[in-house]
């Protein structure tokens, strides 16, 4: 008999590509989604979709009672928000309910993986050191702090499960939709820059996230513990560039755009969000994370423990993914 695994996020970006790797692996995947969520990529791979109430700590005990989950895959959050209370209560307040519910059940998980992010620790300067497991907390944005607080709580009240969080740097592939506006302008011959100020930076392909979240549910661990995951690389800020033009053999025209009109821009782009319910591309806050140092990782603690070796670089990760856009008709 096949082990259940419950996904949330399963609709999302990386949860769909999780779900699809799970199913393939002969997993039971139930497929945490919203009754609005679009299943369409997903159905094939999914043996039954869950509706759970986050709200409801009683409702999720009673989930995990009657499913017997093995593993758990929290991959659902919020990563735009035009509060900062509404943020951290999907992000911090669904994550605690989930968790309680899951370890308080009479059928307990084996192991949960929760979902953070490289935002939760925050860029370091250009000369530091590549960010290990043991850098410290300096987030730079909303969702950045959300995810903080979220990694602070499961220490605080679960540090004697076995729980794994998995910080992923920038993640890419098909079906992402911010970096690949990116792309869309690169497509269209510009590839354009905030500043000039050198910057290191890191990526990991959402192939190679979704095997080591998978692996993380099994592999031998011990209690909680927490790893982040790139793809071992650091890159400059033209890298992705570059592998765009050897991808599609364009030529592009780099501008560099000076910080305080993009600034400007932001603050503008804000102004004129403030009466919907939607947050624009690019908001003050945004630049920090646009703008930063060094996103470079050590990632020797997810190899050593978890045996995750990427198989993908940018410039690999790129080409797939380029493909994929153009067959699909995004590009």
Same mark, same amino acid.
């Given at each position: 008999?096949?082990?259940?695994?419950?996904?949330?996020?399963?609709?999302?970006?990386?949860?769909?590509?999780?779900?699809? =790797?799970?199913?393939?692996?002969?997993?039971?995947?139930?497929?945490?989604?919203?009754?609005?969520?679009?299943?369409?990529s997903?159905?094939?791979?999914?043996?039954?979709?869950?509706?759970?109430?986050?709200?409801?700590?009683?409702?999720?005990?009673? =989930?995990?009672?009657?499913?017997?989950?093995?593993?758990?895959?929290?991959?659902?959050?919020?990563?735009?928000?035009?509060?900062?209370?509404?943020?951290?209560?999907?992000?911090?307040?669904?994550?605690?309910?989930?968790?309680?519910?899951?370890?308080?059940?009479?059928?307990?998980?084996q192991?949960?993986?929760?979902?953070?992010?490289?935002?939760?620790?925050?860029?370091?300067?250009?000369?530091?050191?590549?960010?290990?497991?043991?850098?410290?907390?300096?987030?730079?944005?909303?969702?950045?702090?959300?995810?903080?607080?979220?990694?602070?709580?499961?220490?605080?009240?679960?540090?004697?499960?076995?729980?794994?969080?998995?910080?992923?740097?920038?993640?890419?592939?098909?079906?992402?939709?911010?970096?690949?506006?990116l792309?869309?302008?690169?497509?269209k011959?510009?590839?354009?820059?905030?500043?000039?100020?050198?910057?290191?930076?890191?990526?990991?392909?959402?192939?190679?996230?979704?095997?080591?979240?998978l692996?993380a549910?099994?592999?031998?661990?011990?209690?909680?513990?927490?790893?982040?995951?790139?793809?071992?690389?650091?890159?400059?800020?033209?890298?992705?560039?570059?592998?765009?033009?050897?991808?599609?053999?364009?030529?592009?025209?780099?501008?560099?755009?000076?910080?305080?009109?993009?600034?400007?821009?932001?603050?503008?782009?804000?102004?004129?969000?403030?009466?919907?319910?939607?947050?624009?591309?690019?908001?003050?806050?945004?630049?920090?994370?646009?703008?930063?140092?060094?996103?470079?990782?050590?990632?020797?603690?997810?190899?050593?423990?978890?045996?995750?070796?990427?198989?993908?670089?940018?410039?690999?990760?790129?080409?797939?993914?380029?493909?994929?856009?153009?067959?699909?008709?995004?590009?």
């Amino acid at each position: 008999m096949s082990k259940k695994i419950l996904i949330t996020g399963a609709s999302g970006f990386v949860g769909s590509h999780l779900v699809e =790797l799970a199913f393939q692996s002969g997993f039971e995947v139930h497929a945490a989604v919203r009754q609005s969520s679009d299943v369409n990529s997903i159905r094939p791979f999914v043996h039954k979709f869950i509706y759970p109430d986050f709200k409801n700590l009683t409702n999720l005990r009673q =989930l995990f009672d009657e499913e017997g989950y093995v593993y758990v895959v929290h991959a659902a959050a919020m990563t735009k928000s035009k509060t900062e209370e509404a943020m951290w209560e999907v992000n911090v307040g669904h994550t605690e309910r989930l968790i309680q519910a899951a370890f308080s059940s009479l059928n307990m998980p084996q192991r949960v993986v929760f979902v953070s992010s490289l935002a939760a620790i925050g860029p370091v300067g250009y000369e530091d050191a590549l960010i290990d497991e043991s850098s410290p907390y300096r987030p730079v944005t909303v969702y950045g702090r959300s995810k903080k607080a979220a990694e602070e709580m499961l220490r605080s009240k679960f540090a004697d499960k076995p729980i794994t969080v998995i910080r992923p740097t920038a993640v890419y592939g098909p079906r992402e939709k911010d970096l690949f506006i990116l792309f869309d302008t690169m497509n269209k011959g510009v590839d354009a820059y905030v500043g000039k100020a050198p910057q290191k930076l890191s990526f990991i392909y959402v192939k190679d996230l979704v095997e080591v979240l998978l692996n993380a549910c099994f592999a031998s661990q011990s209690g909680y513990c927490t790893f982040n995951i790139t793809d071992g690389q650091v890159y400059s800020r033209y890298a992705m560039a570059e592998a765009f033009k050897e991808s599609q053999g364009k030529k592009l025209l780099r501008i560099h755009v000076p910080y305080v009109v993009v600034e400007k821009a932001a603050v503008f782009s804000q102004w004129l969000y403030k009466g919907s319910k939607k947050t624009p591309v690019l908001y003050p806050e945004r630049l920090n994370e646009l703008t930063a140092q060094n996103w470079g990782c050590d990632i020797t603690a997810a190899k050593t423990v978890l045996g995750f070796s990427p198989q993908y670089d940018l410039r690999k990760g790129m080409q797939e993914s380029l493909l994929w856009y153009k067959e699909n008709n995004w590009l």
